[in-house]
């Protein structure tokens, strides 16, 4: 109560302001009235009636000034049980949901959906597929990672990519709309990418399917909701590209890559070593083309360096995040493709070379601080 009073303290002063208007103009009125009736003198009578409209000026000014801060202490108590009932509601929906994520671990992609459920505090069991024979996925005719399987009550549906499964999931929670139908709003469509190859995209993909109000309620305004989606793009465009150039950039580098990847993954014995010293190998090799595919610099770490600091930028000095006090989803996509570098070379050395520290450790914090 007492930080919303202060917080709030300029507008009472203002319905002070207001309210204490009409007593000050009297007072100037009875004072000329004082003067001339002092010209007898200057008895009792003449020391009360000037006496008297500041008592009453003061008093005025003491009333508005209380109904101010009572009114705006009211108005900010209210604010925060409307937050507090939006959460509520946004529990009760997400205990509605029982999610399946299908991943592989080390996978950006499948990095991002994980920072998206754990911020929002969306309980999710884990299958970690084995890259190799993805027999845990033989169900779906949709052959990559990430995967959720999403049961809310009777209906149990499918969500692929990793942008439709945290557009479809967020406009769910802000929407309330049935799941059913909201990843129909993302239909799968065929194309041919630049390599000839036959692939899978979605539409709208970066769009959340909100009413006027729910957008105007989330965002504040259009620029804001431009903006997460323009990043959320460039972290699947472009930042997601700068993984493997720079983390098997050399053959050490490799090697190390593939030894994170095998721990961390769903390997055999067998499969794991063959894995580890065959897969860094092809790794080391691929990771040229790669990088000649994108126009990479012959150094790539100073590609990574150059989109980590343009992404400091646009987040900018004045705000810990580009959703502002909390992260929003190009935060959120953004910190769950580096993520995957952590304990790697690559990520000790973007880190140290670059301003994006400060901002990765807000969102780390963020996601951990989300209430379970």
Known sequence: ?????????????????????????????????????????????????????????????????????????????????LRAERSATQLSLSSHLQLTLYQYKTCPFCSKVRAFLDFHALPYQVVEVNPVRRAEIKFSSY???????????ESLQQLNDSSVIISALKTYLVSGQPLADIITYYPPMKAVNDQGKEVTEFCNKYWLMLDEKEAQRMYGGKEARTEEMKWRQWADDWLVHLISPNVYRTPAEALASFDYIVK??????????????????????????????????????EDLYEAANKWVAAVGKDRPFMGGQKPNL????????????????????????????????????AIAEAPQ
Do not use: C
Not at 9 to 38: C, E, K, N, V, Y
Not at 143 to 153: F, L, N, S, Y
Not at 277 to 300: E, N, P, Q, T, W
């Open 1 to 81: 109560m007492a930080h919303a009073v202060r917080a709030l303290w300029p507008l009472g002063r203002a319905l002070a302001w207001r309210l204490g208007d009409r007593p000050a103009l009297g007072l100037h009125a009875q004072s000329r009235a004082g003067f001339t009736g002092a010209a007898g003198g200057s008895g009792p009578a003449a020391t009360a009636r000037k006496g008297g409209p500041r008592l009453l000026g003061a008093a005025a000014l003491a009333l508005g000034g209380a109904l101010g801060l009572y009114h705006t202490a009211r108005w900010h108590l209210h604010v925060q049980d």
């Open 143 to 153: 052959r990559k990672v990430p995967i959720v399987m999403a049961q809310e009550g």
């Open 264 to 301: 961390e993954g769903n390997f055999g014995t067998v499969e794991g070593a063959m894995a580890k010293y065959m897969g860094a190998a092809a790794m080391y090799f691929i990771s040229k083309r790669l990088k000649r595919r994108h126009h990479l610099r012959d150094d790539v770490r």
């Open 330 to 365: 190009a935060d959120l996509a953004v910190y769950g493709v580096l993520r995957v570098m952590e304990g790697l070379e690559a990520f000790d050395d973007l880190m140290r070379h670059t301003h994006i520290q400060p901002w990765y450790l807000r969102v780390e914090k």
